[in-house]
Nanobody, 122 residues
Framework: VQLQASGGGLVQPGGSLRLSCAAS????????MGWYRQAPGKQRELVAT???????NYADSVKGRFTISRDNAKNTVYLQMNSLKPEDTAVYYC?????????????????WGQGTQVTVSS
């Protein structure tokens, strides 16, 4: 099982980016999926999470600008980021609680993607 994130890049203030993160492998189910970010010299922080039923949670700093969504059929979570600010610059990591088969046993683990750089600068 692995998570593969994509979609980062360089964007001007006020611009938009869309991040994607796909889970692959022998997956039985995925409960919560989310995005976190870590800026240089700072701790990793929550950006947004979404449950399998579609309930969402956002950091106050991104409410009204970012939207998290997921496609359960594709085991993929998205983060639409609008009205980007320089303070949104960070490495963004996707996260998921994934249940998979190991032989005949179901195991649930917390997985992290490899991180994708988002830079907001003029």
């Amino acid at each position: 099982v692995q998570l593969q994130a994509s979609g980062g890049g360089l964007v001007q203030p006020g611009g938009s980016l869309r991040l994607s993160c796909a889970a692959s492998g022998s997956i039985f189910s995925i409960s919560s999926m989310g995005w976190y970010r870590q800026a240089p010299g700072k701790q990793r922080e929550l950006v947004a999470t979404i449950t399998s039923g579609g309930s969402t949670n956002y950091a106050d700093s991104v409410k009204g600008r970012f939207t998290i969504s997921r496609d359960n059929a594709k085991n993929t979570v998205y983060l639409q980021m609008n009205s980007l600010k320089p303070e949104d610059t960070a490495v963004y990591y996707c996260n998921a609680d994934i249940t998979y088969y190991s032989g005949r046993v179901l195991i649930t683990e917390d997985y992290w993607g490899q991180g994708t750089q988002v830079t907001v600068s003029s």
